[in-house]
């Protein structure tokens, strides 16, 4: 996340009573793993955006 300016080996402070809006940036739980990356929501799509372009854009399904 350099390009959004988290660096590594930073400490991330998340507070969990704001509810989460586009293009937030939002840590995730995606398989088990944790992950931060931009919100993305559009006409009822959700999409977690990577900074890098390197890495791919992950499109939640249900289950």
Avoid: W
């Amino acid at each position: 996340m350099v390009e959004a300016g988290i660096f590594d080996n930073e400490i991330l402070v998340v507070d969990r009573a704001i509810k989460p809006r586009n293009n937030h940036i939002v840590v995730a739980v995606v398989d088990g793993d944790f992950t931060v990356k931009q919100l993305y929501q559009r006409q009822g799509r959700i999409k977690l955006k990577a900074a890098n372009p390197t890495f791919p854009d992950i499109v939640p399904t249900d289950g």
